[in-house]
């Protein structure tokens, strides 16, 4: 999932929420500027690799686009197993979309733990005066579970890109920390491995939780 | 592994100058938010850039078209489409370049600006860099081969890996049966082959100048390696995932009757169904993981291209996934989930690249389709019925009738009751709702309904009694036929009246009466699986082998839908067991086809107990027979009870494909071989001509009346097909590899042959008359005929090559058995030898004076079918015994032809070594 093969970062980003929330729009607008192909045919719209230098490191992102139809929900962890970040979008004029992204919010904390970076993106901003779903209630829950909170509009293109700009960055970061943290656990695993074989499983356990 | 070109910009030396020596351009570019080209590593040479070769790299956008239409700073226009870009150059042809791929660059402030990754510089004089082919995509297994070949000049790396595939096979005659450790093990034979590759000088050069070439090394090592591993490797897989493909099929089986629209599919998508569904069946074609995995992205290329108009609507996965779920469902690949595993788990070259490529998104997509169908969230269409309405309402003619009827019921005041319309419809109905006695009640009164009707028939009129009659026992269903019969359509006297409400009382639906598609009530209950409901059918007087459109009875649908109890019931009541549907199918094929084990046991053990005779061997319209269904798909269990039951696996179907030619996983053709020596027991034992075969052999007297009596007309008919009988029995020895057995029946002493193995064909002198030679001479005169033939012109010879039994082919051959007879194909031994690679028996048959050039229908040679199978032994012995290898066959190849075609790289260099010895 996490590699740097030739300093490049290669990330996998899903998107999970209902059907009608914007998906594969939002999707489609953050590649829109990319090529200007009308032909749309040449693209997937449920697959896209975009390539990324942000500040002189290279990222290879994937966004894959999930089905949101209630009857394929079940196949959720094969599409967000290995994933870095997850974005799950809904509907700001609909409530229940928010409801089913809570949803998403537990099944994948309680599948993937915290390995896994959440954006939650209410998109549709162009409808703000239908929004059903309150404002500081979305941007509270967001908090609570640890994650990021954005406003989009594909229609306008409104906070699209700095969506995928933002959860790209934090992936990259959490990323380095994470090799850092696995490089400085090795070498302590090791200098301990040295003393007292029995200690080190209690100890190493201890970090691991 | 998508074959995008891949280069770190950065790094670039163009780029590099431009950021550094020319800072103010550069920055200007990122304000403007102007794109830049960069052509890529290697196009350019390495020679000092002048500030006109950035300019004529920078583009900036047009006014009116900024998504198109582009200038450079130099004032050259430039148009962009497809990922080309077209350079307008006063002279001569317009340059084109392609863009590579595209990087969004980010400034520490976050100021975004584009780099283009150009193929050619965008610049006429420019164009002299080195034209090394970095930008090549691998697609199939050829282009790995060509990469490797040419790359390092020679074939010699290729050799290297053949090399180490051998000896890893050597290592390793069993491989492992589970796959993770199949993994690991065939993984280090890929670091071992890869080892190899990059000792090569020129290739490690080339793959250290360009991290793309070492991709597509890497990728085509595997590929290679893959191609020469794949017979051996994917039977493992099947097995491991044998439980796994045996469920899936299980549930793809019971959904095959699925429509598009029960899917959900979008209607626009509904024409590329077909154009995808060929695309994805040639999967199992294919060796590589890489061509694999191009064949998914293909099929799923098709379906993006069905909505071709200008407004393209998007295809997002909701689309996508129900469609793919049809393809796999209809592709009647018996083993995806091996197919899926195969893929998922031998991908190497990726490895380093993370989990995250297209390949992955393909590869995902067909696990969570597999999912999908396996989660059985999927029910198929339930009710087939539902949907023969839906389409019969659609048609004018019935709604007209149905109102015609309407309005006449009320005219005739029939009895009723209920609001609801007693319609055959309502009735099906209640029964999937499995209310037993509403349906009782209702069918009863219609039958007593009519019965009296028809009392009343007799009473007044006599006279049209007989054609009554006569329509009672032909179920027509079309309404005009009624009419045809009245003095007028509208008339109304008496007779016509009667003939009428006659006719719509036969419609208010009784035990008998059908649908459109000759569905009786019994045949729903049975689909439904309603046991109470088809035992009162049943006692009401259900006729219970009535057969629909498909010809199909009750018990088909029982035993299809997977119903132990409306089947035992059904076969109580003296279904037929062995009924055939329009495909020739009998109920056993559909228990067996849908992976329905209860339905088959109860079959199997109601024919034992009731000593009914089930067809266990009986074929359908394509020749199979039940064990070929439960061998294609997997079904482990079922197999084995066939095969305990005296199905037999070497029967051929209409492909000449024998059962354990459709086994394709291990586990499956252990249960296949495993239970043959207890089925030819079975076979003699209950054999009728057993006794016949034994006075043959122990009464010499017998034998020569019926060989004086072969004059006879009569005696010769009977001769024939007790020919047929025997050399079936024959041939079957033959292939359980019982030689004994088929010397046995053909009357050869074979204890004479294992004695004296060695040095048996020297006599003393060739007229030699001593004890000795005598005995010998007799010893090869058998008393049948050693060239007898089965239907398909097969004769022990043929089988005995085709299998390898070299001493056998040898009695035979001292038998004066004719070596070169074809069968109906127009194959020799030296064919099937060949095919199978025999090679001890290709020598023998060549040197007692097979023909080596002998053609078959198709015109191939042996070596023809040597090379095309890649059969390196029969090819080496076959060259050695000077073929013409100039012949062509019937698509007008030649065998190294078919070699080249198939890549069998020691065949072809097998042939061609003995083409330059010429």
Known sequence: ?209 | MDGTYDEIISDNPFFIELKNGYANLFQHCISESWIICVPRIGSLNTRVFTVEDFCAHILVPSDELPETHYSTITEKQVTVSNKVITLEVTKGLPLQSHILFEETFYTEDFIKYKVWCIETPLEPANLVGDNTITKEYLTSINDCIDLLWTQAAGRQVLDQIEHSVQQFLKKHPTLPVAIGPLRDTVSELYTQCLQITLQNRRLRDKSKSCKQVLENIKLAVECYMQHLLFDYLFKPICTCCAYEDAHLNKKIRNMCDIQLRDLEIKKELYHAVPRAKQILSKIDSYNTVLEKVLCLKQALNAINKADGSVNATLLTADDLLPVFVFLIIKSGLPNWYSQLTYMKEFRYSSVGKGDVDESAFLITTLEAVIEHIQSGALTGPPDPEAYYYESNLTEDNLNNSRQRKNSLTESISTTDTSGREETLEYIFELIKANHCEQIEAILQKNQKHLQSLHQNDNNILKITLDDYLSNDDEDDDSDTEIYHKLCHPLCNCKKCKCKLSRRLLKNSPTVTSRDSHGLTALHVASIHGKATIVESLIEMGAAVNATDLNECTPLHYASSRGHQNALLLLLHSNANINQINIDQNTPLHMAVNNGHMNCVKALIYFAEHSRKKIKINCTNESGKTPLHLAAKWGYEGIAKLLIENGAEPSLQDKNNKTSFDYAHNLRILQVLKSCTPNLYEYIHITSNDVKSLNCKFENPVKLKLQKLGKSNDVNNAIKTVENLKLIDRILKAISYGDIKLACFYMGIDFTAYANNEIDNNELCHPLCECQYCKKKTDLYLSDININLFDSNGVTALHYGARYGQDELCRILILNKANVNCCNKKGQTPLHLAALNNKTVVIRLLLDHGANINAIDLLGNTPLHDASEMGNIGATKILLNYNPDITMLNGAEKTALGIAKAKVHLTIIDLIDKYANKQ
């Open chain 1, 1 to 209: 999932m996490s590699s740097a093969a030739g300093g490049t970062h290669h990330l996998k980003v899903v998107l999970l929420g209902e059907g009608c929330v914007g998906k594969t729009s939002l999707l489609m607008r953050y590649i829109e500027d990319k090529f200007n192909d009308k032909h749309l045919t040449t693209l997937q719209a449920t697959f896209l690799n975009k390539r990324l230098n942000i500040n002189g490191k290279r990222i290879n992102l994937s966004i894959w686009d999930t089905a949101g139809q209630e009857k394929f929900h079940a196949l959720g962890p094969i599409y967000y197993r290995n994933s870095n970040g997850a974005i799950l979008v809904y509907d700001i004029t609909d409530e229940d979309s928010f409801g089913k992204v809570k949803n998403w919010v537990k099944e994948l904390k309680k599948m993937l733990g915290s390995d896994i970076l959440l954006a939650i993106a209410g998109n549709k901003i162009d409808l703000e005066h239908e929004r059903t779903v309150v404002l500081e209630e979305a941007e509270s829950y967001a908090s609570t579970v640890g994650a990021k909170h954005y406003y989009t509009s594909a229609k306008l293109n409104q906070g699209v890109e700095e969506l995928f700009l933002d959860i790209t960055r934090d992936m990259v970061d959490r990323l380095e920390q994470n090799a850092q943290v696995k490089e400085t656990r090795t070498s302590q695993v090791l200098v301990i491995d040295d003393e007292t074989p029995v200690q080190t499983s209690c100890c190493s356990g201890a970090r691991h939780n």
